[in-house]
């Protein structure tokens, strides 16, 4: 289409200048939070790095430090706008913030930095593996609204499999599960051509009933069935002893490896392989690979089982990953913060990844600050991610594009 | 390769789209196509592509019978295809999308994309087509997507190659470009099937011509004897005036005044910019320009469907830049859109509810809440009389009627009441000539009746031979304003495609 596009055009439209207007009351906002709340707090918190030494920051003066630059980072952007900066000025913006709440949570005291942000990256594990899951199938035309489900599938199967046969039959039967479910998407949104949403649901509804219904019936009075050894943390020789990083990202267990490759791979095929190319253009325009012979059923059923298969390992997390056995809806409800991440992350595994950190992490605040004692009501420690989420979503995603087809049955004749 | 198309009949719900059509084509020879909208072109070669099977008749390359499931089959066997809609993914490069399907790869399916880029500019060159491989198909102009098409024909080596309906969103120089590209393929030995509904077109570049009507070949002739209203007659079935009657204008006061108009969407592109102009009483005034130069946004804009970002709109002087469609609606303008599926109708009501979804909310038609279907039924027998609407019903979903009627219900409705303004965005896009006809001389009448009239269309023959005035817009401004009795359709052409006349002698 020809349309002038001007960058430096002197008028925006109206979504530009409302999400810079958005972008602007945040940092006005944790201004004053940082101002009135974090400033209250006198005394210096330590963030342990290593074992022997441990970084020391003044509280109030830092939160007010803050709280002067982050209310004038928020004028200058609802005055001038930082146009094309706003970004990488939020991000410092948020990432400064979150360390002022960290060391008013901490005055008086210290804790591990090390061993929250090695919790960041555990916790990101199912999120990062489920939003990998939902970016295969939307990539290529289907909306997968089940990773809920198919996380929870896995972690079931996981279980299960894993305490009768070990943990690693284990991991193939979470597998196998996330397969399995994957298939009832594939075959009503692709051959029956349901709505895939409405498929998507009703995947979840059944896999959280049926799950709670065979843990109840089966795993409460057989208790054999549901206690499985984990995976202990592996240590990568020579990179283990980079300090701080060699704790927070190489002492983990293998899943955290397992994401990470797949994060990569996935990334490398989707943009560099002939599999790439094609699922992508059946996920924007499926008429224009059809009519070029590619065959756009059978490459979405097959994106849809590998996608299946992703989120199963992702469910195998729970039982095999942490604490060695599956309650009734263990995964609650980080499915769907897997496809917040899809979304964050601009349908590309990196940016899910990203995504995937930031959720972790705030769930690794909010654990630490629960153990922290620091009088904040529990209810308000629960609230605080979704706080930063929502700036996130203001500030950060802005105008993103899912792949067109997404969510369309394909018909070859039209 | 000499193609044979036998006994062909294809069926849908409800319309034979194809009847016992017997085509041949020889190699090195362009055969044309022609046919009103909905005479089953595309069904044709959608069957001869393998997107469907034909319920009866055989396919024969070179005497030899061929079966095709699926395009891959089609193109196996020499078959190219330019759809009517570009097949072209709109964010990938034009190297990604001409490589689809026969990418060129290594191990584990690395895509040599080097290579791909390679491909594009060897064919590029040879067929002086001019195309940058990396070039994304979302920036480029539909003349060129259309060229990239061309490509992937070529690069899969098609001995047989269908357009359907090419011309349709090219302005007058690059249909022009277009022909020189059907007389090279043709002079390497490839065949060529063009479809199009433009007589003068087939005239010019045919060897044979082909007429479809309602799924059955009506008929062949040979363009060095064939004339125009000769073969529009077989393409309707009776004789038609290719003509539009009207006397000169007389122009009155300004109805509508539109100053500065800005348009941006979601994104801050820009669709429209700055673009001024006024509308008369007793007059028309055409918007001509290629597909996608933000006509759509200005109609939208001046209707109320979308936010105009920058300058002012007024009707009879007063100013309406912020009124939402229902005001303008009563202050007397009637809109009819260019996509009458998603805008002008619901296609699940019928054809008497559709006809009163402007003002069922009258006293004339409500009781408080409620509507009075008995007067709503009244005047919809009216204007199903008076405006020839043919429908089995009006209790039928308007849905079911062909292009040709749904267009005559929003007419109906649109035009049945006092207007000061009447804006019509494609008014006769795939309607049939009949209701062509028709719907240019209401629009005439209406105009004579002392009613400013805008009218916008990518079809330039109908611009220029409705309006009075005529406007030519390019990315989102006004670049030039005509007398259409004094503009040839190549000059127009040229500042639809961004050039001056003057300044571009060779374009
Ligand atoms: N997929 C389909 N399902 C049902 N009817 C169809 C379909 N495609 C085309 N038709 C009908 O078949 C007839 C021929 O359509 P088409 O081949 O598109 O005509 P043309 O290309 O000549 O304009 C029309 O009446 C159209 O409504
Ligand atoms: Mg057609």
Known sequence: MNIAVDSDAPLLSLEQRKRARNVGFSLVFLGLVSAFLLAGRPGNAGFKLVDTYTVFLPAQPFARALAVALVALGAIQLFRGFGKWTNVVLAIATGTFVIAFLTWAASGGSFSLTGMLQDTVTRSVPITLGAIAGILCERSGIINIAIEGQLLGGAFAGAVVGSLYGPWAGLLGAIAMGVGLSAILAVFAIRFRVDQVIVGFAINFFSLGLTSFLAQRVLTPHPEYNIVRPFTPYAVPLLSKIPVIGVVLFTQTLFVYVSIIAVVVSTWFLYRTRWGLRTRAIGEYPQAAGTLGVDVIKLRYRNVWIAGAVAGLGGAWWPLGTVGRFDQNITNGRGFIALAAVIFGRWHPVGALTAALVFGLSEAIQLKMSNLDTGIPSEFLLMAPYIVTLIVVAGFVGRSRAPKAAGQAYDASK | ?507
């Open chain 2, 1 to 507: 390769m000499k193609l044979e198309l036998r006994g062909i009949t294809k069926r849908f719900p409800g319309v034979v789209a194809n009847d016992n059509v017997n085509l041949t084509l020889n190699t090195g020879e362009v055969l044309s196509l022609i046919g009103e909208n909905g005479a089953g072109k595309s069904t044709l070669m959608s069957v001869l592509y393998g997107m469907y099977k034909p319920d009866e008749g055989d396919i024969l390359l070179d005497g030899s019978p061929k079966v095709f499931t699926s395009p891959a089959d089609a193109i196996a066997a020499g078959i190219g295809m330019v759809h009517q809609h570009f097949m072209l993914v709109p964010v990938f490069t034009v190297a990604e999308n001409v490589v689809l399907g026969v990418e060129p790869t290594g191990a584990l399916g690395k895509l040599h994309i080097d290579e791909a880029r390679r491909m594009v500019r060897e064919i590029s060159d040879k067929y002086s087509l001019d195309l940058d491989p990396d070039a994304v198909i979302e920036d480029l102009p539909v003349g060129v997507q259309q060229r990239v098409e061309i490509v992937k024909v070529l690069l899969r080596d098609a001995k047989v190659v269908v357009f359907d309906e090419p011309t349709a969103v090219l302005t007058p120089s690059e249909i022009i470009e277009f022909f020189e590209i059907v007389k090279t393929l043709v002079s390497a030995g490839r065949g060529v099937v063009f479809i199009t509904h433009k007589l003068k077109e087939a005239l010019n570049i045919a060897d044979r011509i082909a007429v479809l009507r309602r799924g059955k070949v009506v008929g062949e002739v040979d363009p060095k004897t064939a004339t125009e209203s000769q073969i529009a007659e077989m393409m309707v079935g009776r004789p038609v005036q290719l003509i539009v009657n009207k006397n000169s204008a007389s122009a009155g006061d300004v109805v509508l005044k539109v100053t500065d108009l800005t348009v941006l969407d979601a994104d801050g592109r820009k669709h429209v910019e700055n673009v001024s102009f006024e509308v008369r009483a007793g007059e028309i005034v055409g918007v001509a320009g290629v597909q996608g130069n933000g006509q759509t946004e200005l109609v939208e804009a001046l209707t109320g469907l979308r936010k105009a970002t920058g300058g002012t709109i007024t009707l009879d002087g007063k100013d309406l830049t912020h009124s939402n469609p229902r005001e303008r609606h009563q202050m007397g303008m009637a809109h009819i859109p260019e996509d009458r599926q998603r805008q002008g109708l619901v296609g699940g009501l019928s054809v008497a509810e559709n006809l009163v979804l402007t003002r069922y909310h009258d006293d004339q038609f409500s009781h408080g809440v409620v509507v009075d279907w008995d007067a709503a039924n009244a005047i919809a027998d009216t204007l199903i009389s008076e405006y020839d609407i043919r429908t089995p019903s009006k209790e039928t979903g308007v849905g079911t009627l062909s292009g040709g009627n749904q267009q005559k219900v929003i007419v109906a409705r649109e035009l049945s009441r006092d207007l000061r303004l009447t804006i019509a965005a494609q008014p006769t896009r795939g309607v049939d000539v009949g209701s062509i006809e028709y719907i240019h001389s209401r629009i005439v009448k209406e105009r004579d009746a002392g009613t400013a009239v805008l009218i916008v269309s990518t079809e330039l023959e109908e611009v220029m031979a409705l309006s009075d005035r005529l406007l030519v817009m390019y990315r989102g401004r006004v670049v030039a304003e005509l007398d259409p009795k004094k503009s040839t359709p190549m000059e127009v052409g040229l500042y639809m495609a961004g050039s001056r006349p003057d300044s571009a002698v060779n374009a």
